[in-house]
């Protein structure tokens, strides 16, 4: 069975971990199994399995471990191509950082860059311990 977890932590940003066995469960997620419209910035982490990601045309099939960032209004569908398989998505609201960041320089590698390229980052280009402690902090 899958575990869709869903934590809202406010109005600008919230937390998703979905957890497939097989392709039933991916069946049975409603909102995943078709392409969707992003209204937030999205951060997702492909914690493990494989995947096939369409983002604006562009197709890629990241491996364990890789980001994919998506801006507000990029339209994505994610298919597992390998069970089972997990993933950890965070979904914002740009002026989230409007405080500590009022040039929403932030917001640049959403931002500036053409739709469907430049989505993919490894996690070994982030601190990974780094960034599992601050995404635990969401919550």
């Known amino acids: 069975m899958a575990s869709n977890q869903f934590f809202y932590r406010d109005r600008y940003i919230c937390l998703e971990l979905l957890d497939l066995k097989n392709e039933q469960d991916y069946a049975a997620c409603r909102f995943w199994n078709e392409p969707y419209i992003n209204n937030a910035h999205t ?3 492909f914690a493990t399995g494989k995947w096939n990601v369409k983002v604006e045309g562009c197709e890629y099939q990241p491996e ?3 980001i994919c960032i998506l801006r507000c209004l990029e339209a994505c569908l994610l298919v597992p191509i390998q069970y089972p398989c997990s993933m950890y998505r965070i979904s914002f609201s740009s002026h989230y950082f409007k405080i500590v960041d009022p040039n929403f320089a932030l917001n640049a590698p ?5 739709l469907g390229v430049g989505n993919f980052y490894r996690i070994t280009e982030i601190e990974q311990a780094r960034f599992f402690t601050n995404l635990c ?3």
């Open 43 to 45: 951060l997702i982490y």
């Open 64 to 66: 364990p471990g890789e």
């Open 110 to 114: 959403f931002t500036k860059r053409p």
């Open 137 to 139: 902090r969401i919550q």
